[in-house]
């Protein structure tokens, strides 16, 4: 028989290794809440006697929550190749920036973001890799690298030996290993704040200085808003196309805010966060930009900037 409780408050109280699990998983806030109520579901829709027969229910949370990750992911690939324009995870905000005016969850908890750890695992840059990896991959390669999940517990999630586990987080480890560590939060926000004040100035020049020649700038706006459906690529033409948007558009305001728990910027319009961009800054340049604007992936941010 089991020997751990199996009441709300005992199953309430992993929900946030959970969330930490799913997020990173699927890179996203939304389908990261669901998995986890899916899997509370099943916990609650097994009978009584079954649940105390149960020694751990966290770690069978966390192998029912995985296991609906990865149907998820194979699923989200497929929707995601249709998706207007690039795909990129939902950015996270600092945890005294978000908005949790919508209550509490069924578990008890406030928005799922709250409950998200911001380290390098959720780092942009890291994210996005792990976009190119296989479903089984992702899976293998979260669960051991950053959870220290051992492979046999990951073998009984994929359904494989724990040798085959351990041959997909190496291959996985080979696609990271592309994903430098980020600079130091006071090197990064010192290029940030700089891109900001080149961008509020309208300086080209200034820009192009600031931006890697070999530069990538991709968006996501869901098709719900406008942007370039593909990467913008050269430092020169994203200098160009950053004071294009400031021309068009006109009472934008640029706010320095922590991103994935690096130093990023956010773009508010009458108090209302419209953008969301991420840097990877390599030798004192920024080589890469993600800016997120479809509006569904800016909840976490409650739509509106902390000032």
């Not at 939060?185 to 890697?212: F, M, P, Y």
């Not at 690529?233 to 934008?252: F, H, N, S, T, W």
């Not at 640029?254 to 956010?266: A, H, I, K, Q, Y």
Request: hydrophobic share 45%; net charge neutral.
């Amino acid at each position: 028989m089991g020997t751990v409780g199996t009441g709300a408050e005992e199953t309430a109280g992993e929900r946030r290794q959970l969330i930490n699990v799913a997020y990173r998983l699927l890179g996203s806030v939304t389908e990261a809440e669901d998995a986890v109520q899916a899997a509370y579901a099943r916990w609650y829709g097994l009978p009584r006697s079954r649940r105390e027969e149960i020694l751990s229910p966290g770690a069978w949370l966390t192998t029912v929550t995985s296991r609906i990750c990865l149907d998820l992911l194979g699923s989200v690939r497929a929707r995601r190749e249709r998706y207007a324009g690039a795909w990129l995870p939902e950015p996270l905000p600092d945890r005294t920036e978000w908005d949790q005016a919508g209550g509490a969850d069924p578990t008890g908890s406030a928005d799922p973001a709250d409950q998200i750890v911001l380290d390098e695992s959720v780092g942009m840059a890291f994210l996005v890799v792990l976009e190119t990896m296989t479903p089984a991959e992702r899976v293998a390669f979260v669960l051991h690298e950053v959870f220290r999940y051992p492979y046999a517990e990951i073998a009984g999630i994929l359904g494989r030996t724990p040798a085959a586990c351990k041959q997909l987080a190496a291959s996985a480890r080979r696609r990271a290993s592309v994903a430098r560590p980020p600079v130091t939060a006071t090197g990064q926000a010192h290029v940030v704040r700089r891109v900001k004040e080149a961008w509020e100035s309208k300086d080209i020049t200034a820009l192009v200085g600031l931006l890697n020649p070999a530069a990538v700038m991709t968006a996501d706006g869901g098709g719900m808003v406008g942007t370039v459906l593909r990467p913008v690529e050269g430092g020169a033409r994203i200098a160009q196309y950053m004071v294009a948007i400031a021309d068009k558009a006109p009472g934008l305001e640029l706010l320095e805010r922590s991103v994935n728990g690096v130093p990023g910027l956010v773009a508010q319009r009458a108090g209302a966060v419209v953008t969301v961009a991420s840097f990877d800054v390599l030798d004192g340049r920024v080589a890469r930009i993600w800016a997120v604007r479809n509006p569904e992936k800016l909840r976490p941010w409650g739509g509106r900037a902390v000032r």
